[in-house]
């Protein structure tokens, strides 16, 4: 059975960083594409990052420049650094192919940023 475990999520100030790990188990995920989604109250799930099976990565422009997606295959994992966090960053944080799959989603991990 296929799950994603989101960690590192936390409270922070702006300005600060929080790194976001997603350990997957059941599949690997070499040769998948991957992605961060985030999810604010009152809105929609969006992706926030995205990186291809081979590495190469995109970005949601309000992430562009501060975050960077990662992957380790060997460990199956899925890593989001983010820099210069702002107060609209909060939302919960998950991992999930690209395109995603519905079954897939986990608890995702609060980040919360204070001003």
């Known amino acids: 059975q296929v799950q994603l475990v989101e960690s590192g999520g936390g409270l922070v100030q702006a300005g600060g960083s929080l790194r976001l790990s997603c350990i997957v188990s059941g599949t690997r995920i070499s040769g998948r594409d991957m992605a961060w989604y985030r999810q604010a109250p009152g809105k929609q799930r969006e992706s926030v990052a995205t990186?291809?099976?081979?590495?190469?990565?995109n970005y949601a422009d309000s992430a562009k420049g501060r975050f960077t997606i990662s992957r380790d295959n060997a460990k199956n994992t899925l890593y989001l650094q983010m820099n210069s966090l702002k107060p609209e960053d909060t939302a919960v944080y998950y991992c999930?192919?690209?395109?995603?799959?519905?079954?897939?989603w986990g608890q995702g991990t609060q980040v919360t940023v204070s001003s």
């Open positions: 990186i291809r099976y081979y590495g190469g990565t």
């Open positions: 999930n192919q690209n395109p995603p799959f519905g079954r897939y």
